[in-house]
């Protein structure tokens, strides 16, 4: 009798354990379904700041872009979704002084146009810092605008050591004055629950007036999805070829500019060297939805990201870059070498002129 009571006693204990937690999960689950990020196809967005000067057909225009990994992958850090430890994060005064001589670097090189990628807001892993604020108030005169990709209240991962809150975007900031912004959709595969705390892909799309000469200026900044097995990013290219297009036809000029996750076709096959694993799909661009005198603009005389699954010795490789209509001419494109000290990105920069 003792025994069975023992043994009852013991079922009964596990059988509470067994439903708080999943009574947790599942309060858990409602909480992150409840706030989950789900933003329409087409969404308008706010411009702040002034511009300073005005562009017109036939003027030189310089624009960098520059995945500043929130201010937190700098040398010596790596991410567990990418195969690294990431036992270290970085704490508020190395994010600070990463996004000061970000900025510095920025006004350094006097680009008319800024495209950040992976720009926290309130987000845990930057400390809550405000980023677009900072880099805002460090580069001065230009407008500003800012679309959110990754909303997430908790991020669960990695076990034991949560990413916690996360809200980051896409930031373009430039000289001129902006008449449009508007957050547009790219695809993404994450089903429930995993689409509760992953990216949301998108395209922050710029529309700038060329003065009385009716046509516009359209400055495209996106971050492809990474962590799929290269179906996602090609359909997303696909989306982008054919926004582009479309652009181009009413007679605008387009800049896209940012992270693709991808080789453009521009680098050189096999410049680096492989670096799939199970954590991540290399792919190559293909060169058959841009026909007609587009050009992708790249400089693979220096690797534009490391893998983050090491701290030294990580696969490097080409993935950031600008894409630009028929009706531009491209005067020069070139990899900062940063040696990825305040970013696992380095920051590209490309000199366009619109053809009159």
Not at 235 to 250: A, D, H, P, R, T
Not at 303 to 328: C, H, K, M, Q, W
Request: contains cysteine; proline residues 5%.
């Amino acid at each position: 009798m003792f025994m069975n009571k023992i043994i009852k006693t013991i079922f009964t204990a596990a059988a509470v354990v067994l439903i708080a937690a999943f009574a947790g999960t599942a309060a858990g689950l409602t909480y992150l379904s409840v706030n989950e990020l789900s933003p329409a196809d087409v969404e308008p967005v706010d411009i702040g700041g002034e511009p300073t000067i005005e562009i017109l057909p036939g003027d030189k225009i310089k624009a960098m872009t520059y995945n500043i990994a929130y201010g937190g992958m700098g040398k010596g850090h790596t991410d567990p979704l990418d195969g690294g430890s990431g036992e270290e994060p970085a704490d508020i005064d190395e994010i600070a002084d990463n996004l000061t001589k970000i900025a510095k670097l920025c006004t350094d090189r006097m680009a008319h146009v800024n495209f950040f990628q992976q720009a926290d807001i309130n987000s845990k892993r930057s400390c809550m810092t405000d980023e677009p604020a900072i880099l805002s108030g460090g580069i001065y005169g230009r407008t500003n605008a800012f679309a959110v990709d990754h909303s997430c209240v908790f991020v669960p991962f990695p076990i034991g050591s949560s990413v916690g809150e996360v809200r980051s975007g896409l930031l373009t900031m430039t000289r001129f004055g902006v008449d449009s912004a508007e957050r547009r959709s790219l695809p993404n595969d994450y089903g429930w629950p995993s689409s509760t705390w992953n990216r949301k892909p998108c395209m922050l799309v710029e529309r700038i007036d060329l003065g009385d000469s009716g046509r516009q200026l359209v400055l495209i900044n996106t971050n492809f999805e990474e962590y799929d097995s290269g179906e996602v990013r090609a359909e997303s290219f696909k989306v982008l070829c054919e926004f582009m297009q479309k652009e181009y036809s009413n007679g605008s000029y387009i800049v896209a500019a940012g992270g693709f996750n991808a080789q453009l076709p521009s680098v050189q096959h096999g410049k680096y060297e492989d670096s799939a694993d199970d954590n991540f799909t290399p792919l190559e661009l293909s060169t058959e939805l841009l026909t007609g005198g587009w050009k992708y603009c790249t400089d693979s005389s220096a690797p534009t990201v490391r893998r983050l699954n090491a701290e030294s010795g990580a696969a490097e490789y080409s993935a950031d870059g600008f894409i630009t209509s028929p009706n531009t001419i491209v005067e020069h494109t070139e990899t900062i070498d940063t040696d990825f000290r305040f970013s696992n990105h380095n920051p590209v920069v490309c000199e366009v002129t619109l053809v009159n």
